[in-house]
């Protein structure tokens, strides 16, 4: 990191893994400096590694890296990288994460950081051994009206905070000749909707009303057996007609009842949380309602730009709000002058790249952490362990996250 003649900072960046995660992280990068001129940041697109050649090809003649590697060894020996993006599929987490760490890279680690709660233990000590800044790709808790739904239960202004509802329904598999990508295999993505995209809800929960202290849960496979997709190719999107079939070895739904800790904004409400990578109807309906004496909210990814409120409507007026996310919830003055004109799921990683950035300069600490990824997996290792033994699991107190009321 420098600061250049002009007083701006100069920050070099590396980047692990060019996929789509990859990509989008890069964009990210690069719209910084539209979105935020007044932070006085020049992120520099230094050196990207990915193992497929096409993929590294594109790092440098797409995405304007100024060179590219087949080994990501070679970013982290680069000493012109201040900061990297690991974008690895989840079984290469904890190898790059320590390997960053002991390179003293400060990282920004896509989700789940590894294949459950053991790995990402590991990359947190390594971080912290480090001394380095690691941040998530938790990327829905930027949006602007969960930003405002989170102040609303802090303030306490939906009264005491009774029970939450969540799904995480995809349809990014619900063809059965849907791929057989990476993320169906044990040994490289460890489970699978579980920490694909439950981890990203159990983040949202515990971001806006507290932290998840109990959890009994079941999960499903539907399609037991997918054409197989080549690692480096396609997406997980693709749909392979005639392909060799292999099994899949994770789940492809989840669903679980949850207690929220003693101590917490929404302490002791209760929930229900649910996620599907094989729903046919919603698309990306990712989405969280929360319950309260006082009144309720509602929000979905796939209508990111709005917030549905209840209550204070006087008791003949009962029913919700339709609320358009707008200047002064989060940050969404960044990107638009003016509610009703969209916000999308671009933006939401630049302002990740903003508060990584941020964090790393010492500025401030808004950043999803590491504390929070790993709260997040014993969340999902917890649910794990109770789906095999039709229990219930507690998971422990983590310190040091940015769970609501921490
Ligand atoms: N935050 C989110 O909303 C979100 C969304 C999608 C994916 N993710 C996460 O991002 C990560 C990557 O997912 P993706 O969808 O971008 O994957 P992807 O399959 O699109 O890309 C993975 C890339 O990793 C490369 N790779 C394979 N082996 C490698 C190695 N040894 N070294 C370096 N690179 C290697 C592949 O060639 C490929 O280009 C996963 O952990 C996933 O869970 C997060």
């Known amino acids: 990191m420098r ?100 390179a003293g890279k400060h990282f920004w680690i896509e989700k789940p950081v590894g294949r459950g709660e053991h790995e990402t233990r590991a990359v947190a000590e390594a971080a912290a051994e480090a001394g380095v800044v690691s941040s998530i790709g938790f990327n829905y808790r930027h949006a602007p009206a969960i930003e405002y739904l989170r102040e609303l239960v802090l303030e306490g202004r939906l009264g005491r905070i009774t029970n939450v509802r969540g799904q995480m329904f995809a349809d990014y598999s619900a063809d059965p000749r849907g791929a057989l990508s990476w993320r169906f295999v044990r040994e490289h993505a460890g489970t699978g909707v579980l920490g694909d995209l439950m981890g990203h809800l159990v983040d949202l929960v515990q971001y806006a009303i507290g932290p998840i202290a109990e959890v009994s849960a079941v999960t499903s496979t539907v399609y037991t057996e997918r054409p ?90 009962q029913g919700y709000t339709r609320v358009m996310a707008r200047p002064g919830m989060g940050d969404f003055a960044r990107f638009q002058p003016g509610a009703g004109t969209s916000m999308g799921y671009d933006d939401l990683k630049v302002i990740e790249a903003k508060k990584f950035v941020q964090a790393v300069l010492g500025r401030e600490a808004l950043n999803a952490n590491i504390q929070d990824a790993l709260s997040a997996a014993q969340v999902v290792g917890a649910a794990e362990r109770s789906a095999e033994t039709r229990t219930w699991q507690p998971s422990a107190p983590v310190d040091g996250t940015t769970a609501a009321g921490a």
Request: charged share 25%.
């Open 228 to 317: 197989e997709l080549p690692m480096g190719t396609g997406t997980h999107f693709a749909v392979i007609e005639n392909g060799d079939m292999k099994a899949v070895e994770n789940e492809d739904y989840a669903g679980m009842l949850v207690r929220i800790a003693a101590g917490a904004p929404g302490a002791h409400a209760v929930g229900a949380l649910e996620a599907s990578r094989v729903s046919v109807g919603p698309r990306a309906s990712y989405g969280i309602e929360v319950y309260g004496t006082h009144g309720s909210a509602h929000w979905d990814f796939e209508r990111m730009n709005e917030l549905h409120l209840s209550g204070g409507l006087g008791a003949e007026n």
């Open 3 to 102: 600061t250049r003649e002009d007083g701006t900072v100069e920050i070099g960046v590396g980047l692990i893994s060019v996929g789509w995660m990859g990509r989008l992280h890069s964009r990210a990068y690069a719209n910084l400096r539209y979105a935020y001129p007044d932070l006085g940041l020049r992120l520099r697109l230094v050196h990207a590694a990915d193992p497929a050649p096409a993929r590294a090809d594109e790092a440098v003649e797409v995405l304007g890296y100024e060179r590219a590697s087949a080994d990501y060894r070679d970013v982290l020996r680069d000493p012109e990288v201040d900061v990297v993006s690991i974008c690895a599929p989840n079984f290469l987490h904890a190898e790059i994460g320590i390997a960053a760490a002991r």
